[in-house]
């Protein structure tokens, strides 16, 4: 018995010497690589560099930067794994806890139900039937096919918002009679507008950003104001809303935007009910309307647009307006609006979606994808005072708005010899930019530049403007700093297609890039 204790006792002292041990070398070591090899490694460079001449220093400096910079990335790529780590394990540590929450109101929702079930057992025994369980489960059935009778008799509709739309229209399209002082030209519109709203609102703008909104209308149903807080976007649309009598409808994007259901309402599957919102209803009346929609998405890429305003890109990029069809509800119910049908819902054509957008850390970069099938306006400067005589609003039909771009096209097409140069454009910056107009921006030149000639501006200033928002506007994304030259022989390009004094927006624009490298 003894010799075992002693035995015991000299283990249990060897083992935690060698414990102590253990963290003594852990500490030596560390003490070894972090304080005395340091040390050493700087008096040996010390007594070393006592002989450097001046090319060794240089090198050695090098070096040594370039070393530094090593262990500081290794230093923080450590950093990164661990902390991608950590919040994976955060976010399992997160899910277990949300199932667990789940479990909990599956629970909750049982005992619901058999609270209501009991509730209505109750009831069945005052209507005098036996208690067993068919008799039981008859009564409940009556009982909940009775209440689900007296909620329709309540409210018919699963749409509160669209059937009073009806109610308010009556079911009728509401006409828009045009007088004789209403049909005004196009350049006779833009100086009409800039008038109304210095004269009635106190907003100014220039000439050429409101002949840059009509030709905007004229070739894209969805437009984006961009600019500075302050310049007018918001105000923009609103005013022209002020101009043709009907008020714009002002929706504010919120970041929570994932899909087409927070923009225009889902159904409810537990109340049957569908959950509609203002820009969906906005929609609706423009069905009711003959005059000019404006819906303004205030502040849209504080969400990605792409997201939640996909399907009507789409859609609005058919040529025939007849298939334009938005789906509401996955089936057609009595008591729906009377424009939706079989839950689908056509977009009229005097409709236009303007969006705002500010550039900033707080908000997301429109894609491609958004500008190409957008007007994009740019609203950087705010307008000087415009001392305006009183000037009244107008009615206009979509109709005659309609005719009045159709005319446009057909009294201003594009010269030959802009399209000539704007083809020799499209070779150069395809061949040094990998960038290309295509069929769709080619498209959109069309149908822009004449109607922004009809306001009374010129030809090159149109092409300049939709040039440089929809084809030099994609340099941002290139890496510009090896494109110095390329850029360079640009300007001179653009000097012999289209004059040293032309092409102005451009010429800023690719100079901003030559400044940022």
């Known amino acids: 018995m003894s010799e075992f204790a002693t035995w015991y006792i000299e283990f249990i002292q060897s083992f935690f010497e060698h414990v102590v041990l253990f963290f003594q070398t852990i500490l030596s070591a560390f003490v070894q690589f972090f304080w005395i090899n340091p040390s050493l490694y ?61 479990s909990d109101l599956n629970q ?52 509160t918002k669209l059937i009073a739309v009806d109610e308010t229209y009556h079911m009728e399209v509401l006409q828009t009679n045009m007088t004789e002082h209403d049909m005004l030209n196009l350049s006779q519109l833009v100086d009409r507008f800039i008038n109304f709203a210095a004269s009635q609102l106190k907003l100014f703008y220039t000439h050429k950003i409101i002949a840059i909104f009509f030709a905007g209308m004229a070739s894209s149903k969805t437009m984006i104001l961009e600019g500075i807080s302050g310049t007018g976007k918001t105000s923009l649309p609103y005013a022209m809303g002020k101009f043709f009598n009907n008020d714009t409808s ?32 906005s929609i609706y009346v423009a069905t009711y309307r003959t005059d000019l929609n404006f819906i303004v998405l205030d502040e849209m890429n504080l969400a990605r647009v792409e997201y939640y305003f996909a399907d009507f890109l ?22 729906d609006p009377v424009h939706l049908k079989e839950g689908k819902l056509l977009l009229p054509p005097n409709i236009w979606f303007i969006g705002t957008a500010n550039r900033d850390d707080s908000t997301f970069a429109i894609t491609d994808k958004v500008y190409d099938r957008a007007a994009s306006i740019e609203l950087s400067v705010k307008a000087d005072f415009i001392d305006a005589p009183f000037t009244d609003s107008i009615h206009v039909t979509y109709d005659y708005m309609d005719s009045l771009f159709k005319q446009a096209w057909k009294d201003h097409p594009i010269s030959q010899k802009s399209l000539d140069s704007l083809a020799k454009l499209d070779q ?30 010129t030809e090159v200033d149109g092409l300049d403007y939709i040039v440089t928002r929809k084809v030099l506007r994609k340099f941002e994304f290139l890496n510009l700093p090896f494109l110095r030259k390329e850029l360079d022989e640009l300007l001179i390009v653009l000097d012999k297609l289209f004059g040293k004094q032309s092409f102005n927006e451009a010429r800023a624009m690719i100079n901003h890039y030559k400044k940022q490298m």
Do not use: H
Not at 255 to 281: C, H, Q, V
């Open 428 to 457: 150069f910056i395809r061949d040094n930019f990998q960038i290309t107009f295509g069929n769709r921006i080619m498209k959109q030149i069309n149908m822009f530049v004449p109607v922004f000639v009809a306001c009374g501006e």
């Open 250 to 281: 002002i929706i504010s994007v919120q970041p929570s935007w994932r899909d087409r259901a927070e923009m225009i309402g889902y159904l409810n599957e537990f109340t049957k009910k569908f959950n509609e919102t203002d820009f969906l209803k």
């Open 42 to 102: 700087l008096e040996s460079f010390v007594q070393s560099s006592m002989n450097y001449n001046a090319l060794d220093w240089m090198i050695g400096i090098f070096i040594l930067i370039i070393n530094f910079i090593f262990v500081v990335s290794l230093i923080y790529f450590i950093f990164v794994l661990l902390r991608r780590y950590f919040r994976f394990v955060r976010k399992e540590v997160s899910k277990d806890d949300l199932i667990l929450e789940i």
């Open 108 to 159: 909750k929702l049982i005992d619901v139900t058999d609270e209501k079930n009991a509730i209505l057992t109750l009831k069945s025994s005052d209507l005098g039937l036996p208690m067993n369980r068919r008799s039981v489960t008859g009564a409940i059935n009556k009982l909940e096919n009775d209440e689900e009778e007296e909620k329709k008799d309540e409210n018919p509709s699963r749409f």
């Open 314 to 335: 789409s859609i609005l990029e058919m040529p025939n307006t007849s298939e334009w069809l938005i789906d509401i509800t996955p089936d057609s119910v009595k008591g």
